[in-house]
């Protein structure tokens, strides 16, 4: 049984819910689940973390095994890396390198502004 696996089986535990459920819920393939209990895939795609994660109310980070803090905390403690912003543009697929994530910055910035400007007028 692999470490994501037996992290969301206890997270549906603790919910008093089957992972059979979490899939159907989710909308999401119960063979998903079965080949990563069987160890036929080591892990989700991170679309499906992103909705296990949303579905429970716990960080991404948390579901990969890279927390051990199950729920964010309260407003105002917890921290959002770099790397959860890029998760989550970006949805963890292939390398960001720091010249993307500075350019999607800056747009940002840009709209920021943009929209400013357009309430002052």
Do not use: H, W
């Amino acid at each position: 049984m692999c470490t994501m696996y037996g992290i969301i089986e206890q997270l549906c535990s603790e919910k008093g819910i089957k992972p059979g459920k979490l899939c159907a819920d989710l909308g999401i393939s119960r063979g998903i689940l079965s080949d990563l209990k069987a160890g036929r895939t080591k892990k989700l795609s991170s679309e499906n973390v992103a909705k296990v994660s949303a579905y429970f109310g716990i960080s991404t980070d948390y579901i990969l095994g890279k927390e051990t803090e199950k729920a964010p905390a309260e407003t105002g403690k917890r921290s959002v890396s770099d790397d959860d912003i890029k998760f989550a543009l970006f949805g963890g697929d292939g390398e960001i390198t720091d010249a993307m994530y500075d350019e999607v910055r800056n747009f940002a910035a840009y709209v920021k502004q943009r929209e400013a400007s357009k309430k002052k007028e």
